[in-house]
């Protein structure tokens, strides 16, 4: 009998990777891998939890047992995944609350007050915050015109995204560029309490 089993921290490529590999050393079964979430062969109740917990804690994973936890874990997932995948067009034209609420099944004023909750940002703060490390990225990269990126990111004019910019990490892009050796965060970890 199929499950699923939440996993928080899982944002990337990499981490699919990790947590894959994880769970095969364990004789996991896994029909699909994607972020946030692994499809088993087995019932949760037929798998060796406290491994597979300890396995994921020591990469930096957490099995996710509380349901809301699970909701704002496919929050940040949704969000991640539309910043590192839509293109321009669709992500100007993107209404959010509405794509989070479908996407969730949840009313978006419940999604937004958990989150706020939960979290100590907004969903709408935790959106900027993804979108200026994605321009940090692409800055550090060098292949797009601050310009391009702006339109990449789906920003109305460049100024938008500037003020955002300066807001999010105190510098102008171009000072950015000048400094960005460490200045990047991991995607996880964005908007987390420290």
């Keep these: 009998m199929a499950d699923t089993l939440h996993i928080k921290n899982m944002v990337c490529p990499r981490c699919i990777k990790v947590v894959t590999e994880e769970l095969k050393k364990l004789d996991v079964n896994i029909i699909s891998v994607e972020l946030g979430e692994v499809v088993t062969e087995e019932a949760k109740s ?3 939890l406290k491994q597979i917990s300890e396995a994921l804690n020591e990469n930096g994973f957490e099995l996710i047992q509380d349901s809301r936890v699970k909701i704002i ?27 989070l609420s479908k996407n969730i099944e949840k009313d978006y004023t419940y999604l937004s007050s958990l989150f706020s909750k939960t979290e100590g940002i907004t969903i709408e703060r935790y959106i900027i915050m993804q979108k200026i ?25 460049v100024q938008h995204l500037s003020r955002q910019f300066k807001q999010v990490t105190g510098m102008t892009s171009s000072q950015f560029k000048n ?6 965060n991991p995607i996880n970890e964005i908007g987390l309490r420290k």
């Excluded at 994605?134 to 004019?157: D, N, P």
């Excluded at 400094?179 to 990047?184: A, D, E, G, P, V």
């Design 46 to 48: 037929d798998l060796p």
């Design 73 to 99: 874990e496919k929050i940040k997932k949704e969000i991640i995944s539309v910043i590192y995948e839509y293109d321009s067009e669709d992500l100007e034209k993107l209404n959010f609350s509405e794509y």
């Design 133 to 157: 490390e994605r321009a940090k990225e692409l800055l550090k990269y060098g292949e797009f015109t601050f310009s391009e990126i702006a339109y990449k990111l789906g920003y109305s004019s």
């Design 179 to 184: 400094t960005f050796s460490n200045l990047r």
